[in-house]
């Protein structure tokens, strides 16, 4: 069989060794073999890669001259950058369970065929017990070098199975008299902090019959198999009684006897990806011409595959890209006549590629990026690869060597020394937001241009950022990380743009699904808008005003008629004035979906409306089959018990403007909460946000997350994915809840799971890990909560769940029923933190620790935070913490 060593990607460049070198090879029974392969985005995926062409340019016949006289030549400039991309190889991991005669006893062994610092992280089953959680097993089942976690799990490292080899593997001895019903374990990589699981969860190796019905199980399926290594026993597997806790040799117990009395060996791989960095360098040399006076770029690389250019010149230091005057290297396009782009060629020998550049007197730069396919670009930081071109500058004598690192889009990091292009080369939107830039931050400008002007250029840049996450999203399949770079926090909060507010809101809930039946919450509330304000909230969220067929608001029936459950109209505006005058924001709870009709037609269905905007049906869907529409079908999901609003339809979108636009006006919203908008397409939002300019709005998009065999997968990139396409569909105009982040924290909290916490990538699971400035965090509303209780979060674990979101990125949302109740006082402190360190929605969050009961990160290195019963205390090395807030099963710190 053909297979691939993956020694190579992990000793060597592909400049010492070829990255992929195959052979055939016959299997050993004391060797490991196995075929790891690079995924989509490694480096045998685009070896047909060719660039869009919008023509060809010719290379000039003169090309072997240049690079003679380019040889000839003394260099002026020459440095090597030094460029580390990460590669995804996949392996296998290996278990088995099967008898050891010599010790009379069954031995589980766990390999790993890919290298690293492997660990795995186990914990048995009893009979008799209820429940998932794990137990530590006995003394003289621990293998040696094995570390004890708390009371409940052991960490054993994988060890090598023989020198010069990548197989990592460790064996436990299973005693058959013993009352253990399964073995648990995750495996974890010391190296990159990740975990690997079975699906999503942890593998689960059942010793008893009745556990085979687990969806986690590994080995059901029975059977004889090879396992790669020195270690098969010359036998096929058999089966073996095994005694429950309770039972000795001479127990009558038969019946207990065979539930669970089947041991059967088994064999099993599973599917393993790990990412591996490799090291590459790019070498530039610059030289003149004394014949024609122009300069001669020389750029080389090791980077495998087809290598393009991405290039142009400059003529000063503003470092606008321009396309110089031929000749051109050989494979050069002209891309949107805005730069030009080359593909390198294959240097003899084989080993990497290089173009000679030539390039006139009158550009003092060249600027380039290096793509290696659509979705990988490598830059020098965050900015353009920058060759100067003047020798006159004075440069080192000797080749410099700089650090770059690139990553394919799928793998993007934030440190500081990593950078990756995450969109096609958007030359036009990116030239666009520049411009705007230079031209608010000018000394001119800043003199000339009113606050209402620099303000309304700010809101330009972020909609052609938007543009470009559209871009973005049009051709990758899935997003990873927020699309537009977000700068540090100002010491001044500034208004960013309309909807999505300064960054530093803390929204409060004002209501539950109780408060309409006082028939006066309108004042009820009023009477505490100072202690709302005092207590560090800036926005409030208030209750559906309209009338409505349902008492909580949710249904409603004449847009303009607002007075509701909760109080008139002139209760509600004496409500917002005083809520205005305590320094709050206010969110009104504007119904969008759906609208409860007036009148029945000539059959009978309920699709006539009345009142002020006295649509007939061509105002439904068309497709919702209740309710007999006669507009187009639904942009969106149906809500059944009311009749879907067509957004489609002008006249729809035209009324509902100039409604919101009257609440706005009449009653004094600052902005929006928007209900089901599953139900309508993202691009109506942007219309009405548009129109009314709010200045925060955020969006309720509920789903469910994935599962499989009812428990929550730890991977749930699908499910914040479509919160993230709807946002992308408001152009980034609105926020959304982060139901993602709610539904994680319920697993991690009530199984006590909280490396759920992490994603594959070291960063939080839920929207606000991949687009924080739009997610709205929270953990309670009055549909998951309340007396409802559709989604209830953990009971006695919501200060834990206020700590996560009170110290993290994006907008956190607390619910009326928690900060009126006996949890005030530890909500407000972790309020008091997060504004007094200026914490906000686009902070930067490390992920400190990760495992089974304990999560801990720190935030803009100025809040460090843990949850859960496990012990950690923040690095004191290079920075001094104070306990700051504490609770069961918390601590928060801030920097002193």
């Given at each position: 069989?053909s297979?691939?060593?993956?020694e190579?990607?992990?000793?060597?460049?592909?400049?010492?060794?070829p990255?992929?070198?195959?052979?055939a090879?016959?299997?050993?029974?004391?060797?490991?073999?196995?075929?790891p392969?690079?995924?989509?985005?490694?480096?045998?995926?685009?070896?047909?890669?060719k660039?869009?062409?919008?023509?060809?340019v010719?290379?000039?016949?003169t090309?072997?001259a240049?690079?003679?006289t380019?040889?000839?030549?003394?260099?002026?400039?020459?440095?090597?950058?030094?460029?580390?991309?990460?590669e995804?190889?996949?392996?296998?991991?290996f278990?088995?369970?099967?008898?050891?005669?010599?010790?009379?006893?069954?031995?589980?062994?766990?390999?790993?065929?890919?290298?690293?610092?492997?660990?795995?992280?186990?914990?048995?089953?009893?009979?008799?017990?209820?429940?998932?959680?794990?137990?530590?097993?006995?003394?003289d089942?621990i293998?040696?070098?094995?570390?004890?976690?708390?009371?409940?799990?052991?960490?054993?490292?994988?060890k090598?199975?023989?020198?010069g080899?990548?197989?990592?593997e460790?064996?436990?001895?299973?005693?058959?008299?013993?009352s253990?019903?399964?073995?648990?374990f995750?495996?974890k990589d010391?190296?990159?902090?990740?975990?690997?699981q079975?699906?999503g969860?942890?593998?689960k190796?059942p010793?008893?019959?009745?556990l085979?019905?687990?969806?986690?199980v590994?080995?059901?399926?029975?059977?004889?198999n090879?396992?790669?290594?020195?270690?098969?026993?010359?036998?096929?597997?058999k089966?073996e009684?095994?005694p429950?806790?309770?039972?000795?040799?001479?127990?009558d117990?038969?019946?207990?006897?065979?539930?669970?009395?089947h041991?059967?060996?088994?064999?099993?791989?599973?599917?393993?990806?790990?990412?591996?960095?490799?090291?590459n360098?790019?070498?530039?040399s610059?030289?003149?011409?004394?014949?024609?006076?122009?300069?001669?770029?020389?750029?080389?690389t090791?980077?495998p595959?087809?290598?393009?250019v991405h290039w142009?010149?400059?003529r000063?230091?503003a470092k606008?890209?321009?396309?110089?005057?031929?000749?051109?290297?050989?494979?050069?396009?002209?891309?949107k006549?805005r730069?030009?782009?080359?593909?390198?060629?294959?240097?003899?020998?084989?080993?990497?590629?290089?173009?000679?550049f030539t390039?006139?007197?009158?550009?003092?730069?060249?600027?380039?990026v290096?793509?290696?396919?659509?979705?990988t670009w490598?830059k020098?930081?965050?900015n353009?690869?920058?060759?100067?071109?003047?020798?006159?500058?004075?440069?080192?004598?000797?080749?410099?060597?700089?650090?770059?690192?690139?990553?394919?889009?799928?793998?993007?990091?934030?440190e500081?020394?990593?950078?990756?292009?995450?969109?096609?080369?958007?030359?036009?939107?990116?030239?666009?937001?520049?411009?705007?830039?230079?031209d608010?931050?000018?000394?001119?400008s800043?003199?000339t241009?009113?606050?209402e002007?620099?303000?309304?250029?700010?809101?330009?840049?972020?909609k052609?950022?938007?543009?470009a996450?559209?871009?973005?999203?049009?051709?990758?399949?899935?997003?990873?990380e927020?699309?537009?770079?977000?700068?540090?926090?100002q010491?001044t909060?500034?208004?960013?743009?309309?909807?999505?507010?300064?960054?530093?809101e803390i929204?409060?809930?004002?209501?539950?699904w109780?408060?309409?039946?006082?028939?006066?919450w309108?004042?009820?509330?009023?009477?505490?808008?100072?202690?709302?304000?005092s207590?560090?909230f800036?926005?409030?969220?208030?209750?559906?005003?309209?009338?409505?067929?349902?008492?909580e608001?949710?249904?409603?029936?004449?847009l303009?008629?607002l007075?509701s459950?909760?109080g008139n109209?002139?209760?509600?505006?004496?409500?917002v004035?005083?809520?205005?005058?305590?320094?709050?924001?206010?969110?009104?709870d504007?119904?969008?979906?759906?609208?409860?009709?007036?009148y029945?037609?000539q059959?009978g269905?309920?699709n006539?409306?009345?009142?002020?905007?006295?649509?007939?049906?061509?105002?439904?869907v068309?497709?919702?089959?209740?309710?007999?529409?006669?507009?187009n079908k639904?942009?969106?999901d149906?809500f059944?018990?009311a009749?879907?609003i067509?957004?489609?339809q002008?006249?729809v979108?035209k009324?509902?403007?100039?409604?919101l636009?009257?609440?706005?006006?009449?009653?004094?919203?600052d902005?929006w909460?928007?209900d089901?908008v599953?139900g309508?397409?993202?691009?109506?939002?942007?219309?009405?946000?548009?129109?009314?300019?709010?200045?925060f709005?955020?969006?309720?998009?509920?789903?469910?997350?994935?599962?499989?065999?009812g428990?929550?997968?730890h991977?749930?990139?699908?499910?914040?994915?479509?919160?993230?396409?709807?946002?992308?569909?408001t152009?980034?105009?609105a926020?959304?809840?982060?139901?993602?982040?709610?539904?994680?924290?319920?697993?991690?909290?009530?199984?006590c799971?909280?490396?759920?916490l992490?994603?594959q990538?070291?960063?939080?699971?839920?929207?606000v890990?991949?687009?924080?400035?739009?997610?709205?965090?929270?953990?309670?509303?009055?549909d998951?909560?309340?007396?409802?209780?559709?989604?209830?979060?953990?009971?006695?674990?919501?200060?834990q769940?206020?700590?996560?979101?009170?110290?993290?990125p994006?907008?956190?949302?607390?619910f009326?029923?928690?900060?009126?109740?006996?949890?005030?006082?530890?909500?407000?402190?972790l309020?008091?933190l997060?504004?007094?360190?200026?914490?906000?929605?686009?902070?930067?969050?490390?992920?400190t620790?990760?495992?089974?009961?304990?999560?801990?990160?720190?935030?803009?290195?100025?809040?460090?935070?843990?949850?859960g019963?496990?012990?950690?205390?923040?690095p004191?090395?290079?920075?001094?913490w104070?306990?700051?807030?504490?609770g069961?099963?918390?601590?928060?710190?801030?920097a002193?």
């Open positions: 069989m297979t691939v060593a993956i190579p990607l992990y000793r060597y460049s592909p400049r010492e060794k990255l992929c070198h195959c052979r090879k016959i299997l050993k029974p004391s060797s490991l073999n196995f075929s392969k690079l995924l989509s985005n490694g480096i045998t995926s685009f070896c047909k890669f660039p869009h062409r919008a023509y060809t010719r290379a000039s016949s090309d072997t240049l690079l003679e380019f040889e000839s030549s003394p260099s002026f400039f020459k440095e090597t950058f030094s460029l580390a991309r990460t995804t190889v996949e392996g296998k991991i278990i088995r369970l099967d008898k050891d005669e010599d010790q009379q006893c069954w031995q589980l062994s766990v390999g790993c065929s890919l290298p690293g610092k492997w660990i795995l992280h186990w914990g048995v089953s009893y009979l008799d017990d209820v429940g998932s959680e794990w137990d530590q097993p006995p003394k089942m293998p040696p070098g094995s570390i004890p976690v708390k009371d409940y799990a052991i960490e054993t490292p994988l090598k199975s023989s020198e080899q990548v197989f990592h460790v064996k436990i001895n299973l005693d058959p008299k013993s253990i019903a399964a073995l648990n995750v495996l010391e190296e990159t902090g990740a975990w690997y079975h699906r969860r942890d593998f190796v010793l008893v019959d009745h085979l019905i687990d969806g986690n590994v080995g059901a399926k029975r059977g004889f090879i396992w790669p290594g020195a270690f098969l026993p010359n036998m096929l597997l089966a009684e095994l429950s806790k309770d039972q000795d040799s001479n127990s117990s038969k019946d207990a006897k065979q539930e669970n009395k041991v059967q060996g088994f064999y099993q791989e599973q599917p393993i990806t790990k990412q591996v960095v490799i090291q360098s790019a070498t530039v610059v030289t003149k011409c004394f014949k024609t006076a122009k300069n001669l770029l020389y750029l080389e090791d980077l595959g087809e290598v393009v142009g010149v400059c000063d230091d606008n890209w321009e396309i110089s005057a031929g000749p051109y290297p050989p494979e050069t396009t002209v891309f006549n730069a030009l782009r080359t593909l390198l060629q294959p240097k003899d020998g084989g080993d990497g590629c290089s173009g000679l390039l006139g007197k009158e550009f003092i730069g060249f600027l380039f290096l793509k290696l396919n659509e979705n490598l020098c930081k965050e353009d690869f920058y060759i100067p071109l003047s020798s006159s500058i004075s440069f080192p004598a000797q080749p410099g060597q700089r650090q770059f690192e690139g990553v394919p889009v799928s793998e993007k990091t934030e500081a020394n990593q950078e990756v292009s995450q969109v096609p080369y958007t030359d036009d939107i990116i030239n666009e937001i520049r411009n705007l830039v230079h608010i931050s000018s000394e001119k800043r003199q241009k009113t606050k002007a620099q303000e309304s250029i700010l809101h330009e840049i972020e052609l950022a938007a543009e996450y559209s871009i973005f999203r049009t051709s990758i399949p899935t997003s990873t927020e699309a537009v770079s977000e700068s540090e926090p010491e909060p500034t208004k960013i743009c309309s909807g999505t507010g300064t960054g530093f929204l409060l809930q004002g209501f539950n109780e408060s309409n039946k006082s028939g006066r309108y004042m009820e509330l009023k009477e505490k808008a100072l202690e709302i304000s207590l560090g800036t926005v409030i969220w208030l209750p559906p005003p309209t009338e409505s067929v349902s008492p608001g949710y249904m409603p029936k004449d303009y008629n007075n459950r909760y109209i002139d209760e509600l505006k004496d409500l004035r005083s809520l205005h005058e305590v320094g709050l924001k206010i969110l009104g504007a119904v969008l979906n759906h609208r409860c009709a007036h029945q037609n059959n269905v309920w006539i409306f009345g009142g002020r905007l006295n649509w007939d049906d061509r105002a439904i068309a497709d919702d089959p209740h309710f007999q529409g006669r507009g639904s942009s969106g149906s059944h018990a009749p879907n067509d957004h489609s002008e006249f979108r009324d509902l403007k100039e409604w636009c009257w609440l706005r006006d009449e009653i004094g919203y902005g909460r928007l089901f599953r309508f397409w993202g691009g109506y939002v942007k219309d009405y946000i548009d129109a009314t300019e709010p200045y709005a955020v969006g309720e998009y509920w789903d469910s997350l994935s599962y499989t065999y428990e929550m997968d991977n749930q990139d699908a499910h914040r994915q479509r919160i993230i396409d709807w946002i992308n569909a152009n980034g105009a926020g959304a809840f982060d139901v993602t982040t709610k539904g994680i924290l319920h697993s991690a909290l009530e199984r799971e909280y490396w759920r992490s994603d990538k070291g960063k939080p699971p839920g929207v890990g991949w687009w924080p400035s739009r997610a709205v965090t929270f953990i309670e509303n009055h998951t909560g309340s007396t409802q209780g559709h989604w209830r979060f953990p009971y006695g674990k919501e200060m769940g206020y700590a996560y979101i009170l110290t993290h994006g907008t956190p949302a607390v009326y029923d928690h900060i009126f109740s006996h949890y005030q006082s530890e909500i407000a402190s309020i008091s997060r504004n007094r360190k200026k914490v906000q929605c686009r902070s930067t969050v490390e992920i620790k990760a495992e089974r009961d304990v999560y801990a990160a720190i935030v803009d290195e100025k809040v460090a935070m843990k949850i019963p496990g012990h950690y205390e923040p004191s090395e290079s920075q001094r104070v306990l700051a807030v504490e069961k099963d918390y601590k928060v710190w801030e002193s």
